[in-house]
């Protein structure tokens, strides 16, 4: 006879084998935000993206992405293996969801996907599902070789190192300004440091985000992309942390109270990290929160709130049953459709249409939301026709 996978995990009763609707009500707040952000967000400046140091609300619904991914993560590998899955067999899942992954973020990222073949010259690498597959590969991989924790550390050394000590030419050795005409403008050809210079090496000048959103700003003229190389390490970083919930939960699946102060305990820890890293500032600390670098004070400030966001949702959804999780349950039960679908349909009818004053607040803002909630509309539909898009 062979014996049970326990990996240090008690075997869930029959009573808890269901979903945890706070999970997907998590997830479906993040992308929800995320799809208004990306369709404009009513043109106000807080629902932009920050053009460097700082954040908006903008800023934080990818790294919550990232987190609760990380939870599903540690949740998913349990299901498989208690199923009766081999480690090796959960393993070749994990590589081929994150190649469809990373292959679907590299149509959609490039906007010549429906005009014939992509040309390798200005094709575009990084994205956000890239990022995503490149993170779940790497930790859900280290899950499923019992050491994570041990595995994960290089993270945020590496980013440190790199982000500090690699020699960038004709830069200051562990720059983190945004280049142009910030900083006097002294480093006008240095924006984003070695990050960028990483990108540059690696993929190729024609390979990266050509207008990120401190050209405007800063009238910076060199390429750098906030879902670049280096970034993507310290994504990693936060996917571990989100795994980490997902063992707490696993552990205690029947003291909520054991779970709800973890994540609180885990959301002051890092709140304390990013409070010593930034200073409290949003310019004068040792490592500020910056999404364009996805700095280590930027993935301990995001984390932290997934932490405290988690709790309480999961508290008030499947502790006290006080809220269903609806609307946002349905989106987060379905993400990837939704996240690829508002990408690729974003210039048709009814999510675009011309306006009468481009200028008004006010239409771009019922555009925005008329768009954004026609997705949560079919996302609802799915769900009662049972129609998800699993990869």
């Not at 945020?156 to 910030?182: K, Q």
Request: overall charge positive.
């Amino acid at each position: 006879m062979t014996a049970p996978v326990t990996d240090n995990i008690l075997p869930p009763p029959p009573s808890t084998s269901k979903r945890l609707r706070s999970l997907d009500t998590f997830r479906g707040i993040s992308l929800v935000i995320m799809v208004f952000v990306n369709y404009g967000g009513g043109r106000y400046w807080f629902f932009r993206h920050e053009s460097w140091n700082g954040l908006t609300v903008a800023d934080l619904v990818f790294p919550w992405f990232v987190f609760i991914m990380g939870t599903s993560i540690a949740l998913s590998i349990n299901s498989m293996l208690r199923a009766g899955s081999s480690r090796r067999s959960a393993l070749g899942k994990v590589v081929w969801r994150s190649v469809q992954l990373f292959i679907i973020g590299l149509v959609i990222i490039n906007p010549n996907y429906c005009q014939g073949a992509l040309s390798w010259n200005s094709l575009r690498i990084p994205g956000v599902l890239q990022r995503l597959a490149w993170s779940y590969l790497v930790v859900a991989s280290l899950d499923l070789s019992a050491d994570v924790f041990q595995d994960t550390r290089w993270s945020r050394f590496a980013w440190l190192c790199l982000t500090f000590l690699l020699p960038v030419p004709g830069c200051p050795t562990g720059y983190l300004g945004p280049g142009g005409i910030g900083d006097m403008g002294l480093y006008a050809n240095c924006t984003g440091g070695a990050a960028a210079f990483i990108d540059r090496w690696l993929l190729g000048e024609n390979h990266i985000y050509q207008t990120p959103s401190l050209r405007v700003m800063y009238r910076s003229h060199v390429p750098y992309d906030p879902e670049g190389v280096l970034g993507s390490i310290n994504s990693i970083l936060i996917t571990f942390l989100g795994l980490q919930a997902g063992k707490i939960i696993l552990h205690y699946r029947d003291i909520s109270t054991s779970i709800i102060s973890r994540f609180f305990i885990w959301g002051l820890f890092l709140g304390v990290i990013s409070a010593v890293l930034t200073k409290c500032s949003t310019n004068q600390g040792f490592i500020p929160v910056n999404k364009n670098l996805w700095s280590l004070s930027y993935v301990t400030t995001l984390a932290c709130f997934a932490f405290v966001l988690l709790a309480i949702i999961y508290y008030a959804v499947d502790v006290k049953k006080w809220w269903s999780g609806a609307p946002f349950y349905y989106p987060g039960m379905n993400s990837i459709l939704v996240y690829v679908g508002h990408e690729v349909f974003e210039n048709y009818f009814p999510f675009r249409w011309q306006m009468a004053n481009s200028q008004s607040h006010t239409e771009h803002l019922a555009q925005n939301l008329v768009a954004t909630c026609c997705w949560v509309f079919i996302s609802y539909i799915l769900y009662r026709k049972k129609i998800f898009w699993k990869i």
